[in-house]
């Protein structure tokens, strides 16, 4: 296969490749303009039609949290301050009370600190048209993957309207074509590969509360919204056109009991009543029944690679469920990894794909296994004496020492720290203060012990005293 010599954007010479990525989403996309940035060629395959154009994209949440780890891949390529200037901060989350009141739960005690709160069509249109820009980017839509050996970097895709084959030989493959994807399906006919899916027994659906008659939002804008009840929740998150996308999480028995109207309208006005005037009956009723809800699924796999022709990153390699906002990010930082690691090898391909797959699964799996906690912590600890006494205590000391003790959603959310490290620093936490309490356990004990033994001293002197005046008035 042809290959070719250029300069890379540091003015080093490189050795270019010809990649073919499958999948023209949000971590397909952007790692289409990281690759075709350093001069490599780049086919940039999409099953679906083309996102500029669609009005739908059925069964996909239309709201994305973008934070720390998605802005860094989005800086590297230029994006990130015209995303930041369509996306809409979220400086804590606003909880509403089964009594209707309200609480605030800053994400820290730094106000600028934020999440952002953006489209998903709107951010797949800016990747694709930024992607477009570049000579040797090259995106082929309306191609299903058919046939092949992924494995020597050769596929097949067929066109879905005309039905016409295209055979694709390729220095490197990178699937990118979501948590079914059809890349991985290939990975899995080989021995060594090392797979597993998760469905929770909760589901997911979407409905929308419009903008008010002046136009404006109809709940305070820079808060990610909770409604926690426990076993299930109802979030909400802002869009630019002043309306919000809500979306209801709870167990599949529970949507399988709401079965009319009114059974809707009733479970509303129990769990979530001050809800309903925001979205209003009618439309909540149109939009519960349209669509049913939707599964949620965890992707872990191992190793990423196939020798020095296959890569999976983003959601084809570690689906994650969507309670900590980071499936997005975190496939934007795969990007951002794997730039570090052409950087680092040149276009070693073995080198880089071992060194990705090393370095990046148990980081992946360990954001995993946190998003799956944080729906607990989502639906149920947010309203627990002893999930905001620990808040407190960790955003004393971040604020008494930032370089010392980083709570774990900041280490999550608003650092670079590798997801594995965030989960042994929250552990080496828990065992710190652990130590303390007992400590100060143990200073209590000891002080009432010694609270205790002078009561008693003085008892004893008292009845000493006592006694000596008896005897006196007897004499």
């Not at 490189?14 to 952007?30: D, F, M």
Request: hydrophobic share 40%; charged share 25%; proline share 4%.
């Amino acid at each position: 296969m042809e290959k070719y010599s250029t300069k890379d954007v540091n003015g080093a010479t490189t050795s270019n490749l010809n990649i073919s990525i499958v999948g023209a989403g949000l971590v397909g996309s952007l790692a289409a303009i990281h690759l075709g940035k350093r001069g490599h060629k780049i086919k940039l395959y999409e099953y679906r039609e083309d996102i500029r154009t669609a009005e739908l994209v059925i069964g996909r949440s239309i709201n994305l949290a973008l934070s720390a780890r998605g802005r860094k891949a989005l800086a590297e390529v230029g994006l990130e301050d015209k995303l930041l200037e369509h996306g809409i901060p979220m400086y804590a989350r606003m909880i509403h009370n089964l009594d209707e009141s309200h609480k605030i739960i800053p994400y820290d005690n730094k106000s600028s600190q934020a999440i952002y709160s953006v489209g998903r069509k709107y951010l797949n249109e800016i990747l694709l048209n930024a992607a477009e820009k570049y000579p040797n980017i090259e995106l082929k839509i309306n191609r299903k993957l058919s046939g092949g050996q992924v494995s020597n970097g050769e596929m097949i895709f067929t066109d879905t309207f005309t039905k016409e084959e295209e055979k694709v030989s390729s220095d490197l493959i990178v699937g990118c074509d979501g948590a079914f994807s059809s890349v991985r399906r290939e990975m899995l006919k080989k021995p060594g590969f090392n797979y597993s899916q998760t469905y929770i027994e909760h589901g997911y659906l979407e409905l929308c509360i419009p903008p008010a008659k002046d136009g404006g939002f109809k709940m305070p804008e820079n808060y990610l919204h909770i409604w926690p009840r426990g076993k299930f929740m109802m979030i909400a998150l802002p869009n630019q056109d002043r309306t919000w996308t809500v979306t209801l999480f709870m167990p599949f028995e529970n949507f399988d009991a709401i079965k009319s109207s009114s059974d809707l309208l009733s479970f509303f006005n129990i769990y979530f009543a001050d809800s309903i005037p925001l979205i209003g009956e009618e439309r909540l009723i149109k939009d519960f029944f349209k669509t049913p809800a939707q599964h949620l699924v965890a992707i872990k796999c191992r190793p990423y690679h196939i020798s020095s022709k296959v890569l999976l990153i983003g959601d084809a390699g570690h689906a994650v469920v969507p309670f900590y906002g980071q499936g997005m990010n975190a496939g934007f930082e795969d990007c951002s990894i794997l730039t570090e690691l052409f950087t680092q090898y040149d276009s070693n391909l073995e080198k880089i794909l071992q060194e990705f797959s090393d370095q990046r699964w148990e980081d992946a799996h360990a954001i995993s296994d946190l998003a799956m906690y944080n729906y607990v912590e989502m639906r149920d600890l947010v309203n627990k004496r002893s999930y905001l006494m620990r808040k407190a205590f960790d955003d004393f000391l971040f604020w008494l020492m930032p370089n010392f003790w980083v709570p774990l959603y900041n280490s999550v959310s608003f650092s670079h720290m590798p997801y594995k490290k965030c989960v042994d620093n929250r552990a080496w936490q828990d065992k710190m203060l652990s130590k303390v309490f007992k400590f100060v356990g143990f200073l209590v004990l000891c002080g009432a012990g010694v609270g205790i033994y002078s009561f008693t001293r003085r008892l004893n002197i008292n009845t000493e005293i006592i006694e000596w005046i008896e005897k006196l008035k007897f004499n």
